[in-house]
Every structure is written in C-alpha cells, then in structure tokens.
C-alpha cells in the first residue's frame, strides 16, 4: 500500500456526492462489516450510498442479522448503472463481484479497498495491504483520516469483520496493532459476547447433523501435501438439504475438520444448489494455500483460501492433490 494511493483514496471519499461500495459474493464478516461501517460513515457526512452485492437475492447470513445499518443494502438491480464512486471490499478479483462486475466498466471510478494477497490488479485507485489482518483495519484507518466518528455501530461492524477474519485474535495475522483497534471498538461500547455467541455459537439444529455427515465422511490422506498431511471431506447438495441448512450455514465445517493434527492442510468442498463445488482450504502455516487456489481459479490469503468449480469431487480433488504436492512453503 502505497502512502499516495491512501491519500487518493481518502480525497475519493471526502469529495464524493454518491458512492456504491459493492463487497465480494458469499459475504463474510469482514466483506459485510467493511461495506456497512464505511456506507454507515459515508451516509453522515451526506454521500448518497448504495450497498450490496452481486447476488439475485440479498440473505444476510443468519450469523450476521444483528449488524447495523442493513438498510444500505440494495438487490444489485437497484444499484445505479454507472455510478460517480465504486468502491469495493475485501474482493481479490472482478469475479469476487458477481453480478455487479458490470460496473467496473461504468463507474467513474473504482476504489479497490482490499487485503488479500492473490487476484488480479483492478480499478483505479488501490488501496490493497495483504499485511492488514482484515479490510476493517484499513477502513477503520480511512474514517480516521476522514475524521469520521467511530461510534457503537460503527465499531460493531469494524468488530465483526476483526474477529472473523482473524478467527477470534488466533491468526498469525493478530498483531498488537489489531489488539489496539479491538480494544478501541470495546470502549466504544461493542458487545462482543452478543458478537461472538451470533458468529461462533450459533447454529441452527441442522448443522449438527451436517458437521456429523462432514467428519463420518472425512478422509485423512498422510502422504498428501508432500508427507506433511491432508484431511478432506465434503458434503453435497442432497445433504444440506437433507439436513435443512445452506452453505452459509455450514461454514463452520473446516474450523473442525482443520483441526486433525495429522494433517497440515484441511479441506472443505460443498455443492452449491446449482451443482458447483466450493472448495475451502486452510493450511497450517507450512503451504500457501493461497498460490494453490488463486492456480485453481479461486483466491484468498496465504493460510485460508478458496476456489469454485464445476467438475465432481474426485476430478477436484485430484486436481487439488496434484497442486498441494508441489505447493509453495509459506
Ligand atoms: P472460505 O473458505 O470461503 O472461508 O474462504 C477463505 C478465504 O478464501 C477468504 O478470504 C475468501 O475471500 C477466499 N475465497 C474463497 N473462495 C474464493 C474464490 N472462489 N475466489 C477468490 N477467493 C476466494
Ligand atoms: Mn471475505
Ligand atoms: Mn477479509
């Protein structure tokens, strides 16, 4: 991240009469509390705001219903056609965009705030720091610089996207930097046991049948990933429905599954309704999972990465053995 590219950034939004802030399909934490605590800051200083993503259907994740401020969230079809600002989040590449990467070609500009390592160069100004544990942090900087006030819902959706992206402050991505900020987001006022009990413990009852399907199915490869181990397991489309539950719903499958000690990589594919696989990949420390998926058409960061495809499970996962083999160290 370079020093000019923050000032950019910062004159786009201290100048901006309306502004889409578009976050990446699937949103996480950090996609929507990123998206929700800009347009929330954005919104006070008199910049008309569109959130969203590029999905038919906007669904909050059920983990994420208490965040503040969801009435910036339009359906991508209400979204202005050829907005003056596109800023968008936590997305590594055009296609994270969905249905709203149209408006990379209609904006008049495109502000890119991202921290993944992987994806391919996009919009005009870029304000990318693969360093920054979450895009809240350097959200969290850009109302700073602004002047803007953190308040309690402010604070709760920067909150939500530090500790999701940084898995409760364990991440090696945890510096004292994002204690601070976490600390300053508590003496705003954020609840953070109502956050935690909504994100990591809460599920609804079929969850418990899906995880139960994912570990009886779980298969542990020790000679995979070059000796150093893997664990995969996957759960079709048939079971979640069976179970009663979605893909956001099963999210939580690869925090378990990763945690088999033989194993330095773990892996997650789940069908989506449609048919496609959507591969989630964690590695310990010793592979970049992140080079592997960004190979595969996916992306992500060096440890938590993911890609999509249409092939069936044994193709993927052949394809996925033969890539963690030669995978780069980390
Ligand atoms: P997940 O396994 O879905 O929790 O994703 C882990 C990380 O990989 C997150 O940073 C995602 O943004 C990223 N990721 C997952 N799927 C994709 C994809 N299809 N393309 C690019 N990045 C992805
Ligand atoms: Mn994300
Ligand atoms: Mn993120």
């Not at 990763?258 to 591969?279: D, F, I, M, N, S």
Request: glycine share 10%.
């Amino acid at each position: 991240m370079s020093v000019p590219d923050r000032d950019a950034a910062v004159a786009l939004l201290r100048d901006a009469h309306e502004a889409v802030l578009v976050c990446h399909v699937a949103p996480d934490g950090d996609a929507l509390g990123s998206m929700l605590a800009l347009g929330q800051a954005l919104r006070r200083r008199g910049t008309r705001v569109w959130c969203s993503w590029g999905e038919p259907a906007l669904v909050v994740p059920e983990a994420y219903a208490f965040l503040p401020a969801q009435d910036l969230l339009v359906a991508p079809d209400a979204v202005p056609a050829a907005p003056a600002l596109l800023v968008t989040l936590d997305s590594s590449s055009p296609d994270r965009l969905g249905l709203l990467a149209d408006r990379l070609d209609t904006a008049g500009c495109v502000l890119v705030v991202d921290h993944h390592t992987a994806g391919e160069p996009f919009g005009d100004v870029r304000l990318v720091d693969p360093t920054a544990a979450a895009t809240v942090v350097l959200v969290a900087d850009l109302l700073d610089a602004l002047g803007a006030e953190i308040d309690l819902d402010v604070a709760t959706c920067l909150y939500t996207g530090l500790v999701t992206d940084t898995g409760s402050f364990r991440h090696a991505s945890t510096t004292p930097s994002v204690h601070a900020l976490a600390a300053r987001l508590l003496a705003a006022g954020v609840r953070q046991d109502l956050v935690a009990q909504s994100v990591w413990d809460s599920n609804p009852f079929g969850y418990l049948s899906a995880l139960g399907a994912a570990c009886s199915a779980a298969v542990l490869e020790p000679d995979a990933v070059g000796g150093h181990g893997l664990v995969w397991s996957h759960l079709s489309d048939a079971q979640l429905s069976a179970a009663g539950v979605g893909l956001a719903d099963v999210e939580g499958v690869i925090d378990v599954l990763r945690t088999a000690r033989e194993a330095e990589v773990a892996v997650v594919l789940k069908q989506e309704p449609g048919g496609a696989l959507r591969v989630s990949t964690r590695s310990r420390g010793a592979v970049d999972v992140g080079a592997v998926c960004g190979a595969l058409g996916g992306g992500g960061h060096r440890f938590a990465a993911g890609f999509t495809c249409t092939g069936d499970v044994e193709t993927t996962m052949a394809l996925l053995r033969d890539a963690l083999a030669t995978a780069p160290r980390a």
